[in-house]
């Protein structure tokens, strides 16, 4: 089945650690994305980019790194985690603005905790 | 940046019921999309709804985008209906959403 596949699906990491979160897309979509989604709240954009070899700031971008080397690989990088980035993290893939349709589509999600 | 407004912040219904979820936004849009997240955590596509209207099964989606708001109603409730409701918006150049805080549904017996 065509989607977005993240790993892994949860992590606890110790404070100071690096980390790395995988995204892969098999639909094709130029754009990608990532989002936070932290208790009683909606999802923030952190990093997004919307074509291989772009990445741009979302509303959260502090303390992650993002690269874009393929069209289907998007994977976020903690350098040095802190126990505010414990979250939930989901990726999203869409077409580009400009085409007919630009629906985005989730991943199932990767629960991080961070002590 | 965009605001995002949904309504309301909690609703319980009982099965068989019908209900209307509201979102307001502050900016003209490029995309508009409905989700629900079940209680597993998972992101459920309902609808990517820019504007007018549409009908899947039980559930339809209006957008009055002159009027910046979208309506999501829900018939003849069941409990799998249950789980929090996004509506997430994009009014720039790059697709970027920005979501609302979501209406939690408890749909009981």
């Known amino acids: 089945i065509a989607g977005i596949t993240q790993a892994p699906t949860s992590q606890i990491l110790a404070a100071g650690r690096r980390m790395t979160l995988r995204c892969t897309q098999d639909?094709?979509?130029?754009?990608m994305y990532w989002y936070r989604q932290d208790l009683g709240l909606g999802l923030r954009l952190i990093h997004y980019?919307?074509?291989?070899?772009?990445?741009g700031k979302g509303e959260v971008p502090d303390g992650y790194s993002v690269s874009r080397a393929n069209t289907d690989d998007f994977p976020l990088t903690l350098a040095s985690a802190v126990p505010s980035q414990t979250s939930v993290y989901f990726c999203?893939?869409?077409?580009?603005?400009?085409?007919?349709?630009?629906?985005?589509?989730f991943g199932q999600g990767t629960r991080l905790t961070v002590v | 940046g965009i605001q995002v407004e949904q309504s309301p912040p909690d609703l319980i219904l009982q099965e068989g019921a019908n209900s209307t979820l509201r979102c307001n936004f502050s900016d003209s849009v490029n995309n508009l999309q409905w989700f629900h997240q079940n209680p597993w955590g998972q992101l459920i596509n309902l609808f990517y709804?820019?504007?007018g209207t549409k009908q899947n099964g039980r559930l339809s989606a209006t957008t009055v985008a002159t009027e910046r708001y979208s309506l999501l109603y829900i018939s003849s409730s069941q409990t799998t209906d249950s789980g929090v409701y996004f509506c997430?918006?994009?009014?720039?150049?790059?697709?970027?959403?920005?979501f609302g805080t979501g209406t939690r549904l408890q749909v009981t017996l």
């Open positions: 997430a918006v994009d009014g720039g150049t790059a697709s970027k959403l920005t």
């Open positions: 639909m094709r979509h130029n754009a």
């Open positions: 980019s919307n074509t291989a070899g772009t990445t």
């Open positions: 999203a893939s869409s077409d580009i603005p400009g085409t007919a349709n630009t629906e985005a589509f």
């Open positions: 709804i820019p504007s």
